[in-house]
């Protein structure tokens, strides 16, 4: 069965703590992208990736990292110098930038 | 950047009322889509639509490229229709999508 997987659903972090949100996509997609969003409000692009071992800052990048060795993974790192990591975070893939984006079903993280 | 501004807000609907949502945007685009958002957060592709008309059973889409707007039409709502309602649009060769805030449609039994 085809599409995006997110997981964890659920994610509490700590003060002070780095926490990995997971991504995977078995579309073979070659874009992959990361977004936030907060209550009532659209998405914010984090990061996104055009090809594997490539990837380009978005407009909201400062305290979060990635990695992009496999085509079907796009790893999000939520870093402690993320002063406010309260959201929804969406993860998706197009074939090609220029295509049709589809969406995971997205991870909550909060902190405690 | 490019703006993307979407009315209303907020529409409540009686069940099996039409309604029309509207996305304007500020510069020339390569790709818009609609999206609608449900209860649970998923994102759910509605259409790809950077020009032209499209239909799929009850909504529709219309955008006019030229006049920087997007119509989604939404005929005959149902309960299930409710959400939050997106437009996106792409612009220059990076590809990310750029959202509207939304419009929150609730539809009332």
């Known amino acids: 069965d085809g599409g995006i997987t997110q997981s964890p659903k659920y994610l509490f972090r700590k003060e002070g703590q780095n926490v990995t949100l997971s991504c995977e996509q078995n579309?073979?997609?070659?874009?992959m992208y990361w977004y936030r969003q907060d209550p009532g409000q659209g998405l914010r692009l984090i990061y996104y990736s055009q090809i594997v071992n490539d990837f380009q800052k978005g407009d909201i990048a400062e305290g979060y990292s990635v990695s992009r060795e496999k085509k079907e993974s796009f790893p999000l790192t939520v870093t402690s110098a993320q002063k406010n990591p309260t959201a929804f975070y969406l993860c998706a893939s197009s074939g090609t930038v220029q295509e049709t984006q589809y969406f995971g079903p997205g991870t909550r993280l909060l902190v405690l | 950047g490019i703006q993307v501004e979407q009315s209303p807000p907020d529409l409540i609907l009686q069940e099996g009322a039409n309604s029309t949502l509207r996305c304007n945007f500020s510069?020339?685009?390569?790709?818009l889509q609609w999206f609608h958002q449900n209860p649970w957060g998923q994102l759910i592709n509605l259409f790809y639509?950077?020009?032209g008309t499209k239909q799929n059973g009850r909504l529709s889409a219309t955008t006019v490229a030229t006049e920087r707007y997007s119509l989604l039409y939404i005929s005959s709502s149902q309960t299930t229709d409710s959400g939050v309602y997106f437009c996106?649009?792409?612009?220059?060769?990076?590809?990310?999508?750029?959202f509207g805030k939304g419009t929150k449609l609730s539809v009332k039994p």
């Open positions: 639509i950077p020009s």
């Open positions: 579309l073979n997609h070659d874009a």
């Open positions: 996106a649009v792409v612009r220059g060769s990076q590809g990310n999508l750029i």
């Open positions: 510069d020339s685009v390569n790709n």
